[in-house]
């Protein structure tokens, strides 16, 4: 099965990287929009969240938002898969940058790495691309590999193209601390989805979500900035990156609480929704069974130590 599914992976990435990336999105949204019709459990979940979280819109506004956040995740994933392989010249025509807050002093300032809170806002994969304006700094994040050692060396062979370092969260965590010291590492840390049962019960949209702590926890642990960052769909296979604001880590010369700094997260998180519901991945459940209660100070002292 596995050898099969890579074969079958490998021929669909053949196939959008031989076709121009207008064509790979009119694609994408075309199969995003087949899956809205024939996967009711994604569908009705992706409408119950929004309506959750939008309880002001009427029931069809609900339904269009989630019928073109389907096409948009179609469009983005199909997307991702040819634009990891163009070079940033090619590209240049399709992803421009945006505010950039105070990252350029900070980083004049910064010896060492930057932490990013990342989201699965438009074509994500293209964080790395941020590298552009970036002289002299390394992009990476952390990944989780798949369970087929075919389909997980594809996908990891796709995405190193973008010159991203990339460290399996499971067994490269010593690794990754040693280049966090060493080097000029802008790290990017996926954040908005459910936080398992290390993730902390905090509100996302007015309601409890297990937030991953892993961006706070890095943040303090090493004494690195922390910001967010976005990729927001300006047009059929166009893209923007934007930077938030810092995330405030000390406050009165002390460390705040982790629990403070991912709230933080998580507010700009849904104001960065709020402009473009349709942008993130509303087909996960961010709001399954809750996380633990919030740790008590100990606990979470020791972990950033």
């Not at 910064?110 to 990342?118: D, L, N, T």
């Not at 060493?182 to 949209?205: A, M, N, T, V, Y």
């Not at 982790?258 to 104001?271: G, P």
């Amino acid at each position: 099965m596995d050898f099969c599914l890579y074969w079958l992976a490998r021929a669909v990435v053949g196939l959008l990287q031989s076709l121009p990336l207008g064509w790979v999105a009119r694609l994408g949204r075309a199969g995003g929009g087949l899956v809205y019709l024939l996967d009711a459990r994604h569908r009705k979940m992706a409408q119950r969240n929004l309506a959750a979280a939008f309880p002001e819109l009427p029931e069809d506004e609900i339904r269009r938002l989630a019928a073109e956040n389907f096409r948009r995740i179609g469009e983005n994933f199909a997307c991702a898969v040819k634009t990891a392989a163009m070079p940033d010249e090619a590209l240049a025509a399709h992803l421009e940058f945006g505010e950039v807050g105070e990252l350029p002093a900070v980083l004049h300032q910064q010896p060492r790495s930057v932490v990013f809170a990342i989201g699965h806002f438009g074509n994500f994969e293209l964080y790395a691309r941020a590298r552009r304006l970036l002289p002299g700094w390394q992009m990476a994040t952390t990944y989780r590999a798949l369970r087929q050692p075919r389909l997980n060396q594809l996908l990891q062979s796709l995405r190193e193209r973008t010159g991203c370092l990339y460290f399996e969260r499971r067994t490269e965590g010593e690794l990754l601390r040693r280049k966090l010291q060493q080097e000029r590492l802008i790290l990017g840390l996926l954040s908005d989805q459910h936080g398992g049962r290390r993730g902390l019960r905090l509100p996302f949209f007015g309601r409890d979500a297990a937030t991953n702590p892993a961006p706070a926890i890095f943040a303090l642990r090493y004494r690195l900035p922390l910001f967010t960052g976005y990729c927001f769909r300006i047009g059929p296979a166009r893209w923007r990156l934007e930077v938030g604001e810092q995330i405030p880590t000390v406050a009165n010369g002390r460390p705040r609480p982790v629990e403070e700094i991912m709230r933080d997260v998580n507010r700009a998180f849904e104001q960065a929704i709020r402009r473009d519901p349709a942008n993130w991945f509303w087909v996960h459940n961010r709001w399954k069974t809750p996380g633990r209660a919030p740790a008590p100070a100990k606990a979470m002292a020791k972990a950033v130590e």
